[in-house]
């Protein structure tokens, strides 16, 4: 053991008693409080802290104060209890230690001040930590029981220090030391290496010091924003106002873009690496304001002429800043809108009747224009949010309202509904599956913008209706694939119908199988082949006929089995012959050439007279056709088909809205008129939009109907009755 190391040792040993008073324990505890606060990193041997703890314990503990001859201090009042004195001397002890630091600062300029201040204070603190745990009884037994009884303004040591040099040290001078750390950073924007750690501590400093007294330990700003923030905040906007003046004078926007990133980027660093994460908030804010806002509109017009990758750095800068990129948006919403108008007038020649629009040839139309411009949303735009909605917005609007729509809104949910329908016929020109399921997408994709998806659905039904009958569907397998489709853009209440169509056709295959096969096992021989679909009342979009129907002699037997057949498996159901959608093929024999007559049931009917009428006679008939189909559907059919159609929109929303107003009032209870408008029609937008008077009217059926009522004294506001 050295000298110096067993003098040091003496010098702890002689641990003051129990039972001795302050005086004698302050003299023997301040030899080591001086060596702590002097050389904290010398530290202390583990005999010596422990004779001071030991000494601490003593005096914290004893019941009553033994008599110091030591006034407290008038500010801090409260009782004298064994501790105050303590307390008070330790708190003078700081004062005295930070008289010389305070002193030496006031010499010292800018960086060398950084420097002196960093490194006092690491000592300082480091020293501070080691009382605190040394007076850990001082804490616990006085500090703790002073500030339970709402002693505020008495801390635990190590506050005690930082609030010491608060007051002692950091207040006396604090415009110094904020200009000198300003200074600093202002260096290393100009491109200059600095020391960031120092930076670092000073920032943490500030930090540290702001106290709150009813808290010790939670982190308050007060300070680091009054002395720091607020100052930086301004030296930085004044910065960079200056430096974008300057740099945008000698450069071109392009270069002032790739400056403003840069800029940008240093600063966002600047937080990371010393500064409060509070703060970046604010300085980036300031930043964007000085080196964004303020040229904003200098960068939005010249956007249009910058290259892809300059043009997205433009895109990427504006839209940090409310409004900054709007201009750009609304010019390519413009830009894509006026693209898909022209494509689809240059489609409807002048003077041509709206119905008369090749639906192949408009879907095309519409997704060339869609094709081009999704391609720019990616390459040049690189699908920004703002662009892409803007690009969706444009879509929605030439979709809905152009040339073939007129002015019926509902017209390109019929073609649409109309292009499906050829894709998934027989003998469409989409032989390859890859072909077919890229056409289905492409209806996907203008599905998607479609205002009116209930039109398109029942369009779509009667159309899948059709095929499914006719047996012209290409397959189930597409049939299923498409449907899919629909269920994942819009529910399975959405498709729910056109499954069950599917789930019909494979259950009326099953049935006509298992008839024949009843009919054979019975030795009864069928006069006709015959197939039969039953067909669920509430899934498919079909009419009975309004007339009588005599069937011919030829079919009585089949029909009249089957019947039977049928009320023998389903007792409870009750059949409706749709004749009117019956298809029968009749052969000739009365010529030389046998042909083949497709024809409707009521074609068929008259046909088969002349099997027991003479005096009609079909003699000249020709055709280079052996299979001859009398059973077209004629214009005027089709004309029907789409006004039925549309009926049937208009009575099914009607239904949709009250449904949904009383679904809502269900869950709300109780709501304003205007509230419940608009509640209505987010509700339901997904399938159409709602217009207002349509809501009014189903409003007022409802009232009559007393499945909501006005609330007493306020007509605007409805009830639900339960």
């Known amino acids: ?28 505890l301040s030899l080591g409080v001086d060596q702590i606060m002097t050389n904290p990193n010398a530290g202390l041997a583990f005999p010596e802290f422990s004779n001071l703890y030991t000494a601490l314990y003593y005096y914290c503990t004893l019941p009553k104060s033994m008599g110091t001859g030591v006034k407290p201090d008038a500010n801090w009042g409260g009782p004298h209890l064994a501790g105050s004195d303590l307390y008070y001397k330790l708190a003078e002890s700081f004062t005295i230690h930070l008289l010389p630091i305070k002193q030496a600062a006031t010499l010292l300029p800018d960086e060398p001040l950084l420097r002196y201040y960093a490194a006092e204070w690491t000592r300082y603190t480091t020293g501070a930590n080691y009382l605190n745990r040394l007076f850990t009884n001082l804490n616990r037994y006085w500090v703790q029981r002073e500030r339970y009884k709402g002693r505020n303004d008495i801390y635990p040591v190590y506050i005690l220090a930082i609030a010491h040099w608060k007051s002692q040290f950091f207040e006396q001078d604090d415009s110094k030391l904020t200009g000198a750390t300003l200074h600093l950073i ?20 500030f930090v540290a010091l702001g106290l709150d007294s009813t808290d010790p330990n939670k982190e308050c700003l007060a300070v680091y924003k009054e002395h720091f923030e607020t100052p930086f905040i301004q030296a930085t906007g004044l910065y960079y106002k200056k430096e974008s003046q300057v740099f945008l004078a000698e450069n071109t926007v392009s270069d002032y873009l790739k400056k403003a990133q840069e800029w940008l980027r240093k600063e966002e660093d600047r937080v990371e690496r010393y500064l409060h994460t509070n703060t970046r908030k604010e300085l980036i804010a300031k930043c964007e304001d000085v080196l964004i806002r303020q040229y904003a509109h200098l960068i939005q017009d010249t956007s249009q002429k910058l290259l892809d990758e300059d043009f997205q750095r433009a895109c990427d800068l504006l839209a940090r800043i409310p409004g900054g990129l709007e201009p750009l948006t609304k010019r390519f919403e413009a830009e894509v809108t006026h693209a898909g108008l022209s494509a689809v007038s240059k489609i409807v020649r002048e003077g041509d009747a709206i119905n008369s ?36 917005k444009a ?40 072909d077919l399921e890229g056409a289905l997408n492409r209806v996907m994709i203008l599905f998607k913008y479609l205002e009116d998806k209930d039109v398109f659905q029942i369009f779509y039904t009667t159309k899948l209706s059709k095929r499914l ?8 397998e597409a049939e299923t694939r498409m449907i899919s489709k629909l269920e994942e853009a819009c529910g399975v ?14 259950l009326s295959k099953d049935l006509t199988n298992s008839f024949k096969q009843s009919m054979e096992q019975d030795h009864r021989d069928m006069a006709i082949d015959f197939s039969i679909l039953v067909l669920g009342t509430n899934f498919w979009p079909l009419n009975a006929p309004n007339h009588g129907f005599s069937i011919p002699v030829e079919l009585i037997s089949t029909y009249e089995r089957f019947q039977k057949y049928y009320q023998s498996k389903h007792s409870g159901r009750r059949l409706t012959w749709l004749w009117n959608y019956s298809k029968n093929e009749l052969q000739t024999n009365y010529l030389n050439q046998k042909y083949i007559l497709m024809t409707s049931a009521y074609q068929m009917s008259v046909l088969v007279q002349y099997n027991r009428h003479d005096t009609l006679t079909m003699d000249g008939f020709k055709s280079k056709k052996i299979r001859v189909n009398f059973n077209q559907p004629i214009k005027a059919e089709v004309k029907a088909e789409s006004s039925d159609v549309l009926k049937a929109v208009d009575t099914d929303r009607k239904y949709v809205i009250q449904a949904a107003i009383v679904r809502i009032m269900k869950s709300c209870k109780t709501l304003k008129n205007q509230a419940l408008v608009q509640e209505v029609i987010s509700h339901i937008s997904q399938r159409f939009a709602a217009k207002v008077p349509d809501i009014k009217k189903a409003i007022e059926i409802l009232l009559e109907k007393e499945y909501i009522e006005c609330v007493d004294g306020e007509e605007d506001t409805f009830t639900y009755v339960a």
């Open 1 to 28: 053991m050295s000298a110096a190391a067993s003098s040091s040792t003496r010098k702890y040993s002689n641990v003051p008693p129990r039972t001795a008073n302050f005086t004698e324990t302050w003299a023997f």
């Open 186 to 205: 202002e260096r290393q924007r100009n491109g200059d290496e600095i020391d960031q750690d120092l930076i670092k501590i000073v920032v943490h400093s």
């Open 357 to 392: 629009v090749d639906q192949n040839v408009y879907v095309d139309a519409v997704i060339e224009v869609h094709h081009h411009h999704s391609e720019m949303v990616i390459r040049r735009y690189k699908r920004h949010a703002g662009f892409r909605a803007s690009f969706d």
């Open 395 to 434: 879509c929605r609007e030439f979709v809905n309202r152009n040339a073939a729509t007129g002015s019926s809104p509902t017209k390109s949910a019929e073609l649409l509904a109309k292009y499906a329908d050829t894709l998934l016929r027989k003998r469409s020109k989409m032989g390859e599956e890859e």
């Open 469 to 476: 009958i006719h047996g012209v569907s290409a397959s189930d």
């Open 493 to 506: 209440e959405y498709t729910n119908n056109l499954r069950r169509m599917l789930t019909d056709m494979r």
